[in-house]
């Protein structure tokens, strides 16, 4: 199998409006995981753990350099912590090898950072939002 970098990535995020916003280019870097939770059920019996594989989750964080332009990051990113209700975002990762990975995810903050530079930059966290598991295709 061959070995592959993850040059040209691209992520998509809804904006308030569900619109699926293309924030590339001022995205700078993505993590995410794939957790499961897990229930121990370790009888007195047992002299090591016993664990049981419960619901799995997708959380990450996006993070990337600030752009106020027109559905950029920041019109996509703006409404979080201001707009009522349940923030729903479709977050897409795209990989150049064609692979994806998408899932309705709450965002949950919408983190600035300023550098003593002047740099300008943000983060923000997500995680899954109605029970359904992230897709790979």
């Known amino acids: 199998m061959a070995k592959?970098?993850?040059?040209?990535?691209?992520?998509s995020v809804d904006d308030s409006g569900g619109v699926a916003r293309d924030i590339s280019s001022s995205t700078r870097s993505v993590s995410f995981d794939f957790p499961r939770a897990e229930q121990d059920v370790t009888g007195l019996?047992?002299?090591?753990m016993e664990r049981l594989l419960l619901r799995g989750d997708w959380t990450g964080t996006l993070s990337g350099i600030f752009d106020p332009g027109t559905n950029a990051s920041h019109d996509v990113f703006k409404t979080i912590g201001t707009q009522a209700g349940?923030?729903?975002r479709t977050v897409t990762i795209g990989f150049s090898t064609g692979g994806t990975v998408t899932g309705e995810c709450v965002l949950t903050s919408y983190q600035h950072q300023i550098g003593e530079d002047g740099s300008h930059t943000w983060s923000v966290p997500f995680s899954l939002a109605n029970g359904t598991a992230a897709v790979w295709s």
Not at 4 to 11: E, I, K, N, Q
Not at 45 to 48: G, N, R, V
Request: net charge neutral; glycine share 0%; charged share 15%.
């Open 4 to 11: 592959v970098t993850a040059l040209t990535t691209t992520v």
């Open 86 to 88: 349940t923030l729903l």
């Open 45 to 48: 019996d047992k002299s090591s």
